[in-house]
């Protein structure tokens, strides 16, 4: 079963930063895109970053020059590093992986979600 454990989540006041960190486990032959989605109370879930396989990026205008989105392909791994947050940057945190394993075709694999909380 392919697991996406993410990690760094927490509360931090206003105008401090974050990093997230989302690790697939299992056997993995490629990750193609992975992103970082969030969701709020009452709110639909929204994209925050997106990394290609090829280190092509993309951010929701609202984190555009706080957050920035890394991977690391020989741990699997990709990183949200996020700074300068604001009390609206308070959700679930998701990551998500478009990959394939040795024995699983490619799909879209979701993580369970850390809280991040800005207090003001």
């Known amino acids: 079963q392919v697991q996406l454990v993410e990690s760094g989540g927490g509360l931090v006041q206003a105008g401090g930063s974050l990093r997230l960190s989302c690790a697939a486990s299992e056997s993995i032959s490629s990750i193609y895109a992975m992103g970082w989605y969030r969701q709020a109370p009452g709110k639909q879930r929204e994209l925050v970053a997106l990394?290609?396989?090829?280190?092509?990026?993309n951010y929701a205008d609202s984190v555009k020059g706080r957050f920035t989105i890394s991977r690391d392909n020989a741990k699997n791994t990709a990183y949200l590093q996020m700074n300068s947050l604001k009390p609206e940057d308070t959700a679930v945190y998701y990551c998500?992986?478009?990959?394939?394993?040795?024995?699983?075709?490619?799909?879209?694999?979701w993580g369970q979600g850390t809280q991040v909380t800005v207090s003001s």
């Open positions: 998500k992986a478009d990959l394939r394993t040795t024995w699983r075709p490619r799909r879209d694999y």
């Open positions: 990394i290609t396989s090829s280190g092509s990026t």
